[in-house]
């Protein structure tokens, strides 16, 4: 979870490894300390803000809403392992990692919920099913946490932790650029008529972007690129990315196509055009029959503006 690291003992034998390193135990150093108290506070204040808005925003009966409430619980423990002195410090960062790799995975879940209508049926299968296929690679980081920050062994964390980003964020990468193509090419309005009529989805859209910066600068932390620029071996750059995600999941509860189909009616309505312009997915091979909204409903919506609601 943490920037790779190193035991006492290894500390000779790695000083010159590809990977930035520190003791795991908790940070001595003044500015290592400070930046991983900050990193941690701001991930865990943010969550626990996001989850107060989630639970007064949700609605009664939503499996959607539910697993987002979840998602921000289930991280909030690994938010406060700075405060566990030794020989606490290394169960309790293990014990409360378990609840953060869930809600990694359940925010692929989520991810796969909100974009499933605008994939096809195989394509929806490949995206869950790879995500069910990363759950072994979990496992071992489990226990791999649990043997690194314990002083049991440091081999197996050091060798899988490079790899992280690759089994967690594949599929989100690929449901921010999926979400920018579906908007650009099947909606009657752009980007940036989008953001004007709404800016909370703005916010979304701006919030995925800096979520796969961080997810960039991740990778790069972990292959050592920054250590002559951050604390020894202290990678805030996961809880940043995880914020954003987060972010992203609160902001908009609903899925995608239910937010755009709303947006696109109002806006239509709005700027008088009769002919409804939302996204029909029986024409579009790519997309699930699932999901098909009859185009009579929309123009509905037009004719009933006192109908079209803001997004929840």
């Avoid at 195989?122 to 920050?149: C, H, M, R, V």
């Amino acid at each position: 979870m943490l920037g790779l690291n190193s035991l006492p003992s290894y500390a000779c034998t790695t000083e010159h490894s590809h990977h930035a390193k520190r003791t795991a135990q908790r940070p001595v150093d003044p500015a290592a300390l400070i930046l991983e108290a900050w990193s941690q506070g701001l991930m865990t204040g943010s969550l626990v803000i996001m989850a107060a808005i989630t639970y007064a925003n949700m609605r009664p009966g939503v499996l959607l809403h539910k697993l987002i409430l979840l998602e921000l619980i289930l991280a909030l423990a690994h938010g406060t392992f700075i405060f566990a002195p030794a020989p606490v410090y290394g169960w309790y960062l293990a014990s409360s990692a378990i609840g953060l790799i869930i809600s990694w995975s359940l925010h692929n879940v989520i991810a796969w919920m909100k974009n499933r209508p605008f994939m096809g049926r195989k394509l929806s299968l490949f995206y869950i099913g790879t995500i069910i296929l990363a759950q072994p690679y979990w496992a071992t980081e489990i226990y791999a946490n649990f043997a690194y920050f314990n002083n049991i062994n440091p081999i197996v964390y050091e060798k899988i932790r490079p790899w992280e980003a690759l089994f967690r964020d594949p599929w989100w990468i690929y449901t921010t650029c999926n979400l920018f193509w579906v908007v650009k090419t099947h909606y009657g309005f752009g980007i940036i008529e989008l953001v004007r009529e709404c800016p909370r989805f703005g916010l979304m859209l701006a919030s995925m972007c800096l979520s796969i910066v961080f997810i960039a600068l991740d990778v790069i932390s972990v292959t050592g690129a920054l250590r002559a620029a951050m604390p020894l071996g202290i990678n805030p750059f996961w809880k940043l990315c995880f914020m954003f995600k987060c972010l992203c999941d609160t902001i908009i509860l609903d899925d995608f196509k239910t937010a755009l189909d709303k947006l696109s009616s109002r806006w239509l309505a709005r700027n008088g055009i009769q002919a409804v312009h939302s996204l029909d997915v029986r024409n579009h091979p790519t997309f699930s029959d699932e999901y098909a909204t009859p185009r009579t409903r929309d123009t509905d919506l037009i004719k009933r503006p006192g109908s079209v609601v803001h997004i929840a």
